[in-house]
């Protein structure tokens, strides 16, 4: 698949950059993508939740009442979860929720959403460029001009200048191509690729 090379103001450069099948042409594995968005949102969460259970509930151990003869049911020390303020049953304890995740799915998750993108038309060459300082405001611009919202854009290498003026742009996501993954992918209306992006995924995904 070959793509025109746009440049910022959104207009085409002449030269055009050809996708490789091997990444953007393959067969979609839809549940390889389901077990990439699951295991990177499962990632996501702290799993910090904490409750108190009955032997970590501060008071009396003492039996409040006899066992039998009050007409009521047998009841043990205060802290039972029976009484208000007594400890939680089964409450939730810290846990880690990360879903293990092979590196060939991973990788097959990967292809399968890009080339879905490619499919639907929802990839743009971009050709390289850079900022001296963070500028959101000329970032947007030029997303303005590339007719984009909730995009991924995706760089060869690290621009901190980049980074910083997409961080402000509200559903929009600067990330280096080793380290664009399914969920962001999936997650976007167009993914905009740059010159030297494409070369990476060329040598890391082909």
Known sequence: MKLDVLNIQGSSTGRSVDLPDEVFGIEPNEHAVYLAVKSYLAAQRQGTHKAKERGEIKGSTRKIK?????????????????????????GPRPRKYSVKLN???KTLAKKSALTSKAISGKIKILEDFTFDNPKTKELQTILNNLDTKKV?????EYDRALH??????KGSIVTKANELNTYQVMRANTLILTESAVAQMK???A
């Open 66 to 90: 006899k066992q039998k003869g009050t007409g009521t049911a047998r009841a043990g020390s205060i802290k039972s979860p029976i009484f208000k303020g007594g400890g939680r049953i089964f």
């Open 164 to 169: 910083l003026s997409g961080r402000n742009i």
């Open 152 to 156: 991924v854009l995706v760089t060869g």
């Open 103 to 105: 590196k060939k799915v």
């Open 203 to 205: 040598e890391k995904l």
